[in-house]
């Protein structure tokens, strides 16, 4: 057994407590010969090392051992190097020689002791045993690391959930856990959640999860979570702050599952016999989000959650938040919950904002509202089925294209006719947010179109693109835009005025190109009954008048009749023809065009 080490540290600390004239009692020794037998057949760790190793720990498992200790050393409550040699190697030669191989052992090169007091001389440095190893001695585990936020043990079951559910993120996690342990494993962040990849693992393993937050960039926090990980029987995650720019780990952990989770940017370093593995599991596919859904929301026909499986970057915890939201509303309402409920859910937490100069909206406008030709209208029919229908035609069926896996229109007509209005009616259609870029007043576009789709990417926002002439005119910024497109997975719409000035080759590789004529007069009507509810019309309003007299587009329409509902709210009435007139008269005052008289 390893018994016999212990009581060597012990007697020989109290004997040179007795011979010093220490009035201090040594306290018992407590029964951790196991543990320490662990600990020897886990790092190897030779006699001299285990007794150093003892010795540190002892004052941090009583204080009378720190009593007794600071009565040898003028008041330090810990062994300091020397006073430790001094006790474990009493001959001067073989002390000096054990002090150079301590220099390079595993006890010191993995954290399992430090050295506090860098100002003191080595000698007089004090030996201050991780928390790792006194809480596994005391046979538990320790509360927190140093320079690093709670241990917490977390539950797997999600990770059950998502292996049964996505045979892509199984596959990856059964490749990555070939061969013998151990594994340090850096996981990139390609998911929305690292906590579900780290679930997944230890779900696979059959093991339990700890966490570990906020570790910073020193490498007391690294060193800590992989002796936990080397003597527990658990999967240990560990989450970087943002400060860490590299975690080294030399040597690494003799056994056990490490996750580390550093930054964006970070570096992460081990030694030469532990390799680093990597772990970027590919995002899910709609059929899998489909079957996530389906569980979350089994009341609910598996095909009507096909929009919502749509949105590839959502994380199951996500999923559930949108569902404890729904569910809640709907039983406010005392209904059941529906797919509307769950997309409003969704909307209502994209709380992130764009990055400037593009502008996120939520918009909500009824697909009635969109006042087109009925050709026009079949084509956005279209458009719309190829977001509702997606899953089962791209994935069920496998007839999606090439490229991206995302929707791309082109809206061209002129200024008024009611491009960014489709575009706010297709995003409501779609229940997603809808972020907006002037392409024509961003100069070089390339950064910011990048950004704007790499947070709308996973069909998580719908992107409008207004101006997009001041691109497409030019034969290299289309071909990169459109380069750009086809990896995109998600909704783009690009509004363009001049689809004369566009190269007609580069817009071939866009699936729907829709124009927007200027409405006719019977348009013109539905624009106006539409802008101005019957609440709001006078007696003498005669909007089929108003529509076959004045040439105006949707945009104009709606700015005249919100213009004249204040007018006529300001004279304490309702919209008369006079008040509608006048309105319409300022219209074309606004955009510098004569106003036609009466004939």
């Known amino acids: 057994g390893m018994t016999s080490p212990l009581p060597r540290a012990v007697e020989a600390l109290r004997a040179l407590a007795h011979a010093g004239g220490a009035a201090a009692a040594a306290p018992p020794v407590p ?79 993995a954290g399992m002791v430090r050295l506090d007091g860098p100002d003191r001389p080595e000698p007089d440095r004090l030996l201050r045993p991780s928390r790792v190893i006194t809480a596994f001695l005391r046979g538990d585990r320790p509360d927190t690391l140093e320079d690093a936020g709670p241990v917490r043990r977390v539950g797997t079951e999600d990770g059950r959930l998502l292996l049964a559910a996505r045979p892509s ?18 996981l990139r962040r390609c998911e929305p959640d690292d906590l579900e990849l780290a679930r997944a693992i230890a779900a696979h393993l ?34 970087g702050r943002a ?33 680093l593995r990597a772990f970027g599991p590919p995002r899910p596919t709609p059929p899998e989000l489909a079957t996530l859904w389906q569980h979350l929301v089994p009341e609910l026909d598996g095909r009507t959650l096909d929009p919502l499986a749509n949105q590839t970057r959502l994380g199951l915890a996500e999923m559930r938040r949108a569902v404890i939201a729904g569910r809640a509303e709907a039983e ?80 061209h007509g002129d200024f008024g006719v009611g491009k960014s209005f489709a575009a706010e009616v297709l995003a409501s259609a779609f229940a997603l947010p809808l972020v907006r870029l002037d392409l024509g007043r961003i100069g070089q576009p390339t950064g910011i179109v990048d950004t704007v789709l790499a947070e709308a990417d996973g069909f998580r926002r719908v992107v409008l693109f207004d101006g997009a002439e001041s691109v497409l005119a030019r034969r290299l910024a289309a071909t990169q835009l ?59 309003l005669d909007l089929a008048g108003l529509a076959t007299r004045f040439d105006l587009v949707g945009g104009e329409i709606r700015s005249a009749a919100l213009r004249a509902a204040y007018g006529a709210a300001a004279g304490g009435g309702r919209i008369t023809q006079a ?21």
């Open 31 to 109: 029964p951790w010969d196991l543990a320490r037998e662990r600990l020897v057949a886990t790092w190897a760790l030779p006699a001299l090392e285990l007794d150093l190793l003892t010795l540190a720990v002892l004052p941090e498992l009583h204080e009378g051992w720190g009593d007794l200790l600071a009565s040898l050393q003028g008041g330090d409550r810990r062994p300091s190097l020397g006073l430790a040699l001094r006790v474990l190697v009493p001959d001067p030669a073989p002390r000096a020689r054990a002090a150079v191989r301590l220099g390079s052992s595993a006890l010191f090169r």
């Open 169 to 186: 993120l199984q596959a990856t996690v059964a490749r990555l856990t070939r061969g013998a342990e151990p594994w340090v494993v850096r």
């Open 206 to 239: 059959g093991r339990g999860l700890v966490r570990i937050r906020d570790a910073g960039p020193g490498p007391e926090s690294v060193q800590d979570a992989a002796l936990l990980a080397a003597l527990g029987t658990e999967v240990v995650w560990l989450e």
């Open 243 to 275: 400060d860490v720019r590299l975690w080294a780990l030399d040597p690494g952990p003799p056994r056990g599952v490490l996750l580390l989770a550093p930054p964006q940017g970070a570096s992460v370093e081990v030694g030469d016999a532990v390799p």
């Open 332 to 411: 406010a309402a005392g209904e059941p919950v529906t797919v509307e409920l769950l997309h409003r859910a969704l909307v209502e937490g994209d709380d992130a904002a764009a990055v400037e100069p593009a502008v996120v909206s939520h918009p909500r406008v009824a697909w009635d509202a969109l006042v087109v030709p009925e050709p026009i209208q079949e084509q956005f029919d279209e458009l719309r089925a190829r977001v509702a229908h997606r899953v089962t035609v791209h994935h069920r069926w496998g007839m999606g294209g090439e490229g991206g896996d995302g929707v791309i229109a082109v809206l």
């Open 482 to 540: 459109l380069q750009r497109l086809e990896s995109f997975d998600g909704v783009v719409i690009l509004s363009t005025s001049r689809l004369d000035a566009t190269d007609e080759l580069l817009l071939r590789r866009v699936p729907l190109v829709i124009h927007l004529p200027r409405p006719t007069a019977a348009l013109r009507r539905r624009l106006w009954e539409r802008a101005i509810p019957d609440a709001a019309r006078g007696d003498d």
């Open 579 to 599: 008040d509608a007139a006048t309105a319409i008269r300022l219209e074309y005052a606004r955009r510098g065009r004569p106003f036609p008289e009466a004939g």
